[in-house]
């Protein structure tokens, strides 16, 4: 006992006084900035989780057959095995998803808005806007699932409602999701139930985070010298909160333009959504938990490299050229933020009888 | 305790010895017949499994960047939630996926060879079939995943290597599953990994099976039934053994043919395997084990009515027309073929670095 309380303090000796200060000034510098992910998933508004409704939400994540196709899920693009991403099936010539890089929906409950552009305004958004986008519309616009012609709505609504009642195992998994609706199988449902499940897929733990709540061991120097160039060079300015972004737009391009690569000129990102000339090439602050395991790259998905990004977001949005012992710790610091992956049991689907 | 005696005692009393024999009977006519599903997986011939080779045969399942279009993994069309099809997105109008109708993977370990023709032996050779074939050569073929052309084979299993070279990742789970191969990432371990996995991939104690091994209550009286009537009126002459079928091949239409919707004309089924005559027609029997999951049916997907296939497959193998109540009775009996599904925690899979 008393010998290995011996040995606690031989090893923190070497820390110092002065080392556990510049720790300290670290901590009281990030600390204002970021949040660590919360170990539990947050309530919704209006959208009170129960073990039913998650189930029945999970089930509806996996689901194939809301598609038109019968071929694609959320979890098609949005791979939980995947870093919540399709790891650039869409950015490698899949001519049929032609449209943004897919954005992870890991942690998505945190971002102040969804997709590239914020055009959804929460998960239930997203999802009802995603799940009405049949592989036609995806095939002939930019920016992903984008909602469809307005006349086409309803017949759209009423489809994905057929479709699901193909599955008689899905009138009793509604009504015990909501079980105070006369007739719980209805469209807004769907999104209510999957945004109640992709609240839940959080990553908690990440060493950063677990730094940032006092674990000095959890970061090694080189990842902690890469937050502080993180935060001295600016990349935190937008960069900050629960998500390490998510929280604000920006333009792309706000010092230099990366270029045609990085940034075609004919998607001008949230415009689209507001038509407000300040908003031309402006995009959601993406997040940057878990970026190692969402390559490729910005919205269009131009680079597998994060070093590489890092470089162009420097430029482009710093006017900052990184030495390249800059760039290593930043890419370093950046790995921290992968957090736990959650845990999915994959879920029984119910049979199709016609 | 003497109480609930009596009370047990007073249960057994209606069965009589008369009804005890009559279920003893029904039992002695099916055991020669049937085999339950084993509670564990069995052990392939030359691959023997390790914890490690499962992992991987996991990740390489769900692995989608093992495609041409990186969209596509095994369990896409092999989905582990849906009973181990695709619910019939194929037959569904999926111009992109011609072929016939997916076959299920679980039990597929028990099935005499793999694919409706049987052109595959065993699991790995399935699985090295279909990982080569790529979107382009679906799009061509009936027939679902086909060896593509010779001359082209060497490039794609080199492509397909590559592709996992790509995650880093990789090579460090194929070293680990395969510790003695001096260069493990080569396009016949992904087979091996992936076959180990599938082999795990069955679905034990379906209420046939409880009853099989001595449950009387695991069958109610029209499902007793409707097994006789399986016996009696020949169904289980080619659907028996563990997976009440996969044992044999056996022309559709050996009495009548089932009409051009279930049996179209252009394809001649295991005939372009073995170029036989008498290989016209000829399928593999499918295994009816979780059949309620595993609509549409037949190598068409032409119906997703099993009273309706029961009645076909009565008419043009059996020359047979059945009364309503029993084609009901024998979907009454198939439904107890629906085993425990297997429970899948999804793999994490490694990120791609260009």
Same mark, same amino acid.
């Given at each position: 006992m008393r010998h290995s309380l011996i040995a606690s303090l031989l090893v923190l000796l070497p820390l110092g006084a002065g080392a556990v200060r510049a720790e300290d000034a670290l901590r009281d510098q990030a600390k204002p900035l970021f949040e660590p992910i919360p170990k539990t998933a947050p309530a919704l508004p209006d959208n009170p989780s129960s073990p039913e409704k998650l189930a029945l939400?999970?089930?509806? $994540?996996?689901? *194939?057959?809301?598609s038109e196709s019968r071929s694609f899920a959320c979890s098609t693009c949005h791979n939980l095995s995947m870093g919540g991403v399709d790891g650039g099936a869409l950015s490698s010539g899949n001519a049929q998803l032609a449209g943004r890089e897919v954005q992870t929906v890991f942690n998505a409950v945190f971002n102040k808005s969804q997709y590239w552009d914020g055009r959804a305004s929460d998960l239930k958004d997203q999802v009802v806007n995603s799940v009405m986008a049949n592989p036609k519309a995806m095939l002939k616009t930019r920016g992903g699932p984008m909602a469809i012609n307005p006349t086409e709505l309803a017949a759209t609504k009423q489809r994905e409602i057929d479709q699901l009642k193909q599955m008689p195992g899905y009138a009793d998994a509604f009504?015990?999701?909501? *079980?105070?609706?006369?007739?719980?199988?209805? $469209?807004?449902?769907i999104g209510r139930a999957i945004a109640v499940f992709e609240a839940t897929l959080i990553t908690p733990d990440a060493p950063f985070d677990r730094w940032l709540t006092g674990d000095d061991a959890a970061l090694d120097d080189t990842q902690k010298a890469g937050l502080k160039l993180f935060i001295d060079k600016g990349c935190a300015s937008c960069h900050n909160g629960v998500n390490v972004g998510g929280a604000s737009y920006a333009k792309f391009g706000v010092v230099a333009s990366p270029g045609p690569e990085h940034l075609p000129a004919e998607d001008a990102g949230r415009y689209a959504v507001t038509k407000a000339n300040a908003d031309r090439y402006v995009f959601k602050v993406p997040s940057l938990r878990n970026v190692e395991l969402t390559a490729p790259y910005f919205h269009t998905g131009s680079t597998f490299d994060l070093k590489k990004a890092v470089n162009v977001m420097a430029e482009s949005q710093l006017g900052a050229k990184l030495a390249d012992d800059e760039a290593t710790k930043i890419v370093a610091f950046l790995k921290t933020l992968t957090g736990k992956q959650p845990e999915i049991v994959l879920p029984i689907l119910p049979p199709r009888d016609r």
């Open positions: 939400g999970k089930m509806l $994540y996996f689901e *194939p057959r809301l009504k015990k999701a909501f *079980p105070n609706d006369a007739d719980p199988l209805v $469209y807004d449902n």
